[in-house]
T-cell receptor, first 113, second 113 residues
Framework: DTGVSQDPRHKITKRGQNVTFRCDPI?????LYWYRQTLGQGPEFLTY????????KSRLLSDRFSAERPKGSFSTLEIQRTEQGDSAMYLC???????????FGPGTRLTVL | QKEVEQNSGPLSVPEGAIASLNCTYS??????FFWYRQYSGKSPELIMF????GDKEDGRFTAQLNKASQYVSLLIRDSQPSDSATYLC?????????????FGKGTKLTVNP
């Protein structure tokens, strides 16, 4: 399977802990996106990379959130000092070049207790 | 006014009928429009994209775009129980070269056997 992969698929943590998620995009896709989705809502954009450069960040991405894509391949999203409001599905998507179509990975479901 | 609006449903149709899903958007400069299908607990799956006014057909699916009315729709012909899912409308905005997709809340479709 050469689709977008995400790890872990589920994460349960206690409030105040740090968590890190990984996303591997479709091979050769140079654009990578992170979204967050809560129950009953559509995905909300968090941030976007073109190769290793982080080109766009949402205001939703507070100081506790940081994302990296150091070699222009996989990306990590870290949440520090988690809060119960961070509980959501974190989705990664990738796209190729200047094509608009974004393909989503399976997501990481975060539960903060 | 929300950027992308969809009727939340639920929309219920009998097997074999045509399901019609609607979406309006506020950014008049938007150029790219997408429909994703999302099964419960799963990530969004791309169904269709459309860039030009008019209709675009792919199998049982037809996307319709009217930029003057800022309206995009998805028709599903010969609906099957396996089409039961939430359908997300997404729009790529035009502001400042943003690459993010803005999603509606989704419309839940149930196809009854």
């Amino acid at each position: 399977d050469t689709g977008v992969s995400q790890d872990p698929r589920h994460k349960i943590t206690k409030r105040g802990q740090n968590v890190t998620f990984r996303c591997d995009p479709i091979s050769e896709h140079n654009r990578l996106y992170w979204y967050r989705q809560t129950l009953g809502q559509g995905p909300e954009f968090l941030t976007y990379f073109q190769n290793e450069a982080q080109l766009e960040k949402s205001r939703l991405l507070s100081d506790r959130f940081s994302a990296e894509r150091p070699k222009g391949s996989f990306s990590t999203l870290e949440i520090q000092r988690t809060e119960q409001g961070d509980s959501a599905m974190y989705l990664c998507a990738s796209s190729l070049g200047n094509r608009d179509t974004q393909y989503f990975g399976p997501g990481t479901r975060l539960t903060v207790l | 006014q929300k950027e992308v609006e969809q009727n939340s449903g639920p929309l219920s149709v009998p097997e074999g009928a045509i399901a019609s899903l609607n979406c309006t958007y506020s950014d008049r400069g938007s150029q790219s429009f997408f429909w994703y299908r999302q099964y419960s607990g799963k990530s969004p799956e791309l169904i269709m994209f459309i860039y030009s006014n008019g209709d675009k057909e792919d199998g049982r699916f037809t996307a319709q775009l009217n930029k003057a009315s800022q309206y995009v729709s998805l028709l599903i012909r010969d609906s099957q129980p396996s089409d039961s899912a939430t359908y997300l409308c997404a729009v790529k905005g035009s502001q400042g070269g943003s690459e993010k997709l803005v999603f509606g809340k989704g419309t839940k479709l149930t196809v009854n056997p």
